[in-house]
Structure formats: structure tokens, C-alpha cells
């Protein structure tokens, strides 16, 4: 059963990039089953960073094929830039790259309608999306009337399909601008663009599905990469604040068109701490000065927007619920050196609602809004870690951290990382036998 999955097991940005880097050594083939260039992995090797958006991390490592599959929304001059990026850099690209025909296409329009529908949440909180068009094209998918596939640009009728599209984003984004006003489209302009842009990738476009298909019947190894993490999922997730794509570990077999018989292990990526991006609740933000060390010290700033990062500490009852949901099997803790300074670390364990003790996390935003996090608190431990590589190197008290965490969340703790580079990083098994950091004991 050669499938393995990385799914973030908070509201995104939990370094799941580093955590593919190094697994994409072991596995044949790695995929992006959805979101698109709203996510953003930072793969930093040998001194240099590299940020991709799309393209899987697994191109750093020339012996891996890559695969973005039907689930993803692909936007054609930002998937072209970032192949143009990694080609200057002397990463081949152009034999390991492989795009879903099935992927549906960003348009201009896409990216001016959620700017237009921004603060469209219930109650006029704004969600805070990334602004790549992302909902507007999945919306634009499951309505079918509008939508595009990358397969699609290569068949006869694009140019009147394009004109009838056109016509209807027009008149849809002048009545939501209103009196702001937008620059109408012309379906001429687009349709050259597009037919450009196809030419380009038009080595890259296969069908994935059954190429993954394929492989896995072939007993080749492959590594599944989720964009995003499962609290921000569609349907799972704190809806509406979430993103428009299954970003849970359920998304996988719908994203890829791969069953769920050939995923074998799961592994969930948390942060040693918490953040977000955009609106929405988030029971343990610290808007103080614990918050602001966090961001600093974590370097919490998008990926892809640069917004600032919310921060907080680590919510044990909302990790446990997204590695449920996952189906996760073991536990990479990310970041831990960031919390290297502080006296004492926190971790929210239950929250309390309408007066009673809650552990299971809120089906609806509202609840979870009001959710007051009940903490427990742990001796922090004032040493630099990131130079840590074995367990028995990091202080007593991380260690009791990183055990509390696992008991928490109910799963093993197999990774732990202390800095950026694939270097800093701690294997569980390497542990003394019975070290408590590997196994829970709740
Ligand atoms: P969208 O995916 O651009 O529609 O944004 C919807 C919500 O998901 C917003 O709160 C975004 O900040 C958040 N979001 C989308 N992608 C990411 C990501 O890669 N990391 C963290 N948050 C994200």
C-alpha cells in the first residue's frame, strides 16, 4: 500500500513544505490534489529558499515526478512563472511536471469578483481571502455553466465558449462593483492570452488519474501534499472562514481520483503553537505581547500575501478533531525552537461553553467564537534548541511539551523540527526506547 499523506492539521502554514521535502526522498511521485496559488511552501536546502505555490516541493529533488491533479485551480501566467522561476534556478522541471487536464482554469475575472465579494460572510466579518480568485473559480466548477478545464483550451469551440463566459462576467462584476466600476474583459484579448498560455503548457497536460492510478497498482510510492490545512476546509472546516477546496485529509481521494484503500499512512503537520490568516475565529489568538513574539519570532507573515499571521498557543482540541477527520496516524510538530524563549507555553486542552466543559470541537462558527480556551500550563524552557538532532538533545521540559501535545491530540509524535533547513530536524524513532514523546499515553 504505497500512499503516503502530509494533511496540516491547522488553519494553514504549518510548514507542511519542509515535511514533504523530506519524505519526496523515499516516495516515486508527489501530488497536489487541490487548493491552488493561494498556498504558498517555503522548502529551504542547501542556503537557498525556494517558495512555490503549485508546483508540488517534491521538484527540488530530480529523481521525483510531480503531479498536480484535477482537484487543484490552476492560474496559467502563475503556474508558467513559477516553472520559469524553478527552470532559471536549474531545477528540471520540464521532465518531472505533470498537470491534470481536469484542473480548472483561473481567470482574470476570478480574481476581480473576490475582491468584489469580500466581507460577504453572514454577518460582515470578512473572510480574508488570498485574492488568487480561488473560491470564485471553484463556485464557477460546481455551477458548470462558466467553468473551464486546462483540457478545455486545447478543443475547437474555446473562442465562442470564452465570448459567452465573457458576456456573463461582465454584466455579473459591473453589478457588483456598482458605482466602484471595473474595466470590462474582451473575450479576443482572453482568448489570445489563454491560447498562449496553453501552447506553453501543453507539454505538461496528461490525464493524472490514470497515471496515479497506474502507479499505484504498479506499487510505486507516492506522497499526497495538502495545501492549506483541515481546519479550513469546505466542509469541515470554520465554515464560512475556511477556503473553497477540501483541505482535511478527505480531500485527497476526490482531488487525486484515488482511492482511499491505497492511503496507507497519514501524517498531520501542526505547528508547536497556532496561527491564522484572515478572519474568523481562533479560541487561543493572543493579541498581547505573547501574539506579537510569536509572529516575530516564528517569522508569521504569509507566504503568498505577506499579511501578518494571528497567533496563539496550541489548541489540543481543535488538532485532535482535524487528525480525526484526517485519519492521521502520527504527529510532525513544527517550530518548536520559537518557543524557546518563553518562562511558560500553554496548551488548550478544552474550551468551555455556555458554562460547561467542552472537548469535542464546535460543528458551527458562532460556538466556537465563543468558546473560552481552558489552558494548561507548562514550564517553558529558556535555551536554544535549533541545534538540537536527537531527541535526548532537546530540555526537559520541550520534551514534556512535545509529550503533552501527543497526549492531547491522541498520536505519536514522529517529527519535530527546530529551524527552516531540512538539516534541523528530529526523528522520533531515533528516540532512547520508551521515550515519552512517541507514544501518548492517553
Ligand atoms: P482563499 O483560499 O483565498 O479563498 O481564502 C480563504 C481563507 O483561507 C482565508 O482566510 C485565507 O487567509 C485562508 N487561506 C487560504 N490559503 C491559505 C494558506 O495557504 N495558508 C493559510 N491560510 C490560507
Redesign the pocket.
Known amino acids: 500500500m504505497p500512499g503516503t499523506c502530509v494533511i496540516g492539521l491547522q ?3 504549518e510548514a507542511k513544505g519542509k515535511i514533504v521535502d523530506l519524505l519526496t526522498e523515499r516516495h516515486d511521485i508527489v501530488v497536489r490534489y487541490q ?1 491552488g496559488a ?3 511552501h517555503t522548502v529551504v536546502t542547501g542556503g537557498q529558499t525556494y517558495k512555490l505555490s503549485l508546483i508540488p516541493s517534491g521538484i527540488l529533488r530530480p529523481a521525483v515526478q510531480c503531479v498536480i491533479t484535477g482537484g487543484v485551480v490552476v492560474n496559467p501566467p502563475t503556474l508558467l512563472a513559477e516553472i520559469d522561476d524553478l527552470t532559471n534556478r536549474g531545477v528540471p522541471v520540464a521532465e518531472n511536471l505533470m498537470i491534470s487536464d481536469r484542473s480548472h482554469v483561473i481567470f482574470p475575472w476570478h480574481i476581480v469578483q ?1 475582491r468584489l465579494t469580500e466581507g460577504c460572510a453572514s454577518n460582515g466579518e470578512a ?6 480568485g ?2 470564485p473559480c471553484y463556485s464557477d466548477k460546481v455551477g458548470r455553466a462558466h467553468a473551464v478545464r486546462l483540457g478545455d483550451l486545447y478543443r475547437p469551440g474555446l473562442a465562442e465558449r470564452l465570448t459567452r463566459i465573457v458576456e456573463h462576467k461582465n454584466a455579473l462584476l459591473a453589478a457588483l462593483a456598482g458605482n466602484q466600476g471595473f474595466a470590462p474583459f474582451s473575450a479576443e484579448q482572453v482568448h489570445r492570452e489563454y491560447a498562449h498560455y496553453a501552447e506553453r503548457l501543453r507539454p505538461y497536460v496528461a490525464d493524472t488519474t490514470t497515471f496515479l492510478l497506474d502507479a499505484l497498482e504498479a506499487g510505486r510510492n507516492v506522497l499526497f501534499e495538502g ?2 490545512g483541515a481546519l ?1 476546509d469546505v466542509d469541515h472546516g470554520t465554515y464560512p ?4 477546496s477540501n483541505s482535511s485529509g478527505v480531500g485527497i481521494t476526490a482531488g487525486a481520483g484515488v482511492p482511499g484503500r491505497y492511503l496507507h499512512k497519514t501524517i498531520g503537520v501542526v505547528k508547536a503553537y497556532c496561527t491564522r ?4 475565529p481562533f479560541p487561543t489568538e493572543q493579541n498581547n505581547e505573547i501574539g506579537s513574539h510569536l509572529r516575530q519570532r516564528g517569522n508569521e507573515y ?1 507566504t ?1 500575501t505577506r499579511r501578518p499571521r494571528r497567533c496563539g498557543w496550541f489548541d489540543a482540541v481543535a488538532a485532535r478533531y482535524a487528525a480525526r477527520v484526517s485519519g492521521v496516524d502520527t504527529l510532525a510538530v513544527m517550530l518548536l525552537d520559537v518557543l524557546s524563549e518563553l518562562d511558560e507555553v500553554k496548551i488548550c486542552t478544552a474550551y468551555e461553553l455556555n458554562g460547561r466543559r467542552l472537548t469535542s470541537f464546535p460543528s458551527h462558527v458562532d460556538d466556537l467564537r465563543q468558546a473560552v480556551p481552558i489552558y494548561e500550563t507548562l514550564p517553558g524552557w529558556c535555551q536554544n534548541i535549533s541545534h538540537a538532532r536527537h531527541l535526548d538533545e532537546l530540555p526537559k521540559n520541550a520534551l514534556r511539551y512535545l509529550a503533552r501535545i501527543s497526549e492531547a491530540v491522541g498520536r505519536p509524535v514522529e517529527i519535530v523540527s527546530v529551524g527552516a533547513d531540512r538539516q534541523q530536524t528530529i526523528l522520533a524513532q531515533d528516540a532512547p526506547r520508551g521515550h515519552a514523546v512517541a507514544q501518548p499515553t492517553g
Open positions: 488553519w494553514g502554514d487548493g493561494n498556498a504558498g473576490d473572510i480574508g481571502t488570498t485574492m488568487r480561488i473560491g495545501a492549506q479550513l472562514y475556511v477556503t473553497s490568516v484572515g478572519g474568523g504569509g503568498v
